[in-house]
Structure formats: C-alpha cells, structure tokens
C-alpha cells in the first residue's frame, strides 16, 4: 500500500498555468489560506508525535543550518529524532512557506508595506522550495500521513464515496447520516484543498513550466 502512488503527474488536477491562476484565484477568493495553515497543525496534532512537533517548531533554524535537499532527503543525523520525522517536518514547514508567501503577498496586494525587494525575496523562496521537490512527492507523503490516521478501510470506503455525483453537495453538508465518514470528512476535505493548492503553487512559481511541459 505504501508503495502505490494514488497522485501520480498525470492525473493531477492542474496542469496548465491558466488552471493554476484560476484555482488559486478560487482558494483567495474564498480565503483558504488560512484554513489551509490550520490543517496542517490539527494533521500535527492528529499524528501524536511530540518529536515532529519539535522539529516542526524549530524548522527556521534548523533550515539556518542545513541546505533544504539535505532536510527534505532525511540525510543528516540527529540522535534523538528519526529521520522520517525530520523529513516530514520539512515537507509541512515548506508547504507553510508556500501558503504564507501567496497568501500573505495577496491580502497585502503589494501595497506599500510589501517592499519590491520583500516580494522578490518571497518569489525566489518559493522557487528555492518547488525546485528542491516535487508537487506528486509532496502529495504522496501527505497522503500516506493521512492515511496513517484514517487507516486504510476508512480510505478505501472514502474513495467509493467520490463516485458518488452527489458528493461534493454531501461533502458541504457534512455526511450527516454516514458517521464511519464522518470521522475524518474535514480532514480529507482539507487534503483534496491542500492537493489543488500544491498542484498549482507548484506551477504558478514555475517560471519554465510552460516551456518544460511544451517539450514533454
């Protein structure tokens, strides 16, 4: 199960940079950003693991430290922290990163508190960080941290339910008369959002996208 890629590049959801503007446009418009922020902390604190709680925490100087490859890959050793819990907090610190450098530079539209050079620096952040991963890598371990919490039979019923032509009007309103998915609607919910915003913050600070993908 692990091994098995559900999120693979060809059924992303997003694929061209015109889809990209338009489904972040969407998440502004609605106000996601922080929705977004709030679900990766209540994932944190689903998961129960105090150790990546502390290195998420100290993520900003630890990155002061470390190249981001070197993080992101789990290469370096540290004796009372796991590298998959060091690799994980890296995952969700760059993806906080990326929420923070589009939403912030939105509400701000720019305006004379967001200096060129602040907005510069935020792109070329967000460059340093899609250019270190992959959009499919990111969604991938997401995913297998969610379904560590959610298991695999809540899953698999999950994905049954998505045939559904209804479910997006179920999903709105909560699954009222089905408590088995009730029990982790919001945080499957908050996954499908956080999958589109990652498909296309990935293209949206990908200058070449368009010129790499015209050559495939």
């Known amino acids: 199960m692990k091994d098995k890629k559900y999120f693979s590049k060809d059924n992303q959801l997003v694929k061209t940079r015109e889809q990209a503007e338009i489904a972040l446009g969407i998440l502004v418009q609605n106000s996601q950003g922080e929705d977004l922020e709030v679900g990766i902390f209540s994932l944190c604190d689903q998961l129960?693991?105090?150790?990546?709680?502390?290195?998420?925490?100290?993520?900003?100087?630890?990155?002061?430290?470390?190249?981001?490859?070197?993080?992101?890959?789990?290469?370096?050793?540290?004796?009372?922290?796991?590298?998959?819990?060091?690799?994980?907090?890296?995952?969700?610190?760059?993806?906080?990163?990326?929420?923070?450098?589009?939403?912030?530079?939105?509400?701000?539209?720019?305006?004379?508190?967001?200096?060129?050079?602040?907005?510069?620096?935020?792109?070329?952040?967000?460059?340093?960080?899609?250019?270190?991963?992959?959009?499919?890598?990111?969604?991938?371990?997401?995913?297998?941290l969610i379904l560590s919490i959610v298991g695999i039979d809540y899953f698999e019923k999950y994905q049954e339910k998505m045939k559904d032509p209804d479910l997006v009007f179920k999903q709105t309103i909560g699954y009222d008369n089905d408590p088995e998915m009730d029990l982790h609607i919001d945080l499957m919910v908050w996954f499908a959002l956080l999958r589109l915003f990652i498909e296309a913050i990935f293209i949206y600070y990908d200058s070449d996208y368009e010129t790499k993908n015209d050559q495939l």
């Open 48 to 144: 129960n693991n105090p150790k990546l709680t502390e290195f998420l925490d100290n993520y900003p100087d630890l990155i002061q430290e470390h190249k981001l490859e070197e993080l992101l890959a789990g290469t370096i050793d540290f004796k009372d922290g796991s590298t998959q819990d060091l690799k994980t907090a890296g995952l969700l610190s760059c993806i906080l990163l990326l929420i923070h450098f589009y939403f912030d530079g939105k509400a701000n539209n720019w305006v004379e508190s967001q200096s060129e050079s602040d907005e510069l620096d935020n792109f070329n952040s967000a460059q340093y960080i899609i250019n270190t991963t992959t959009s499919e890598k990111c969604i991938n371990e997401l995913f297998l």
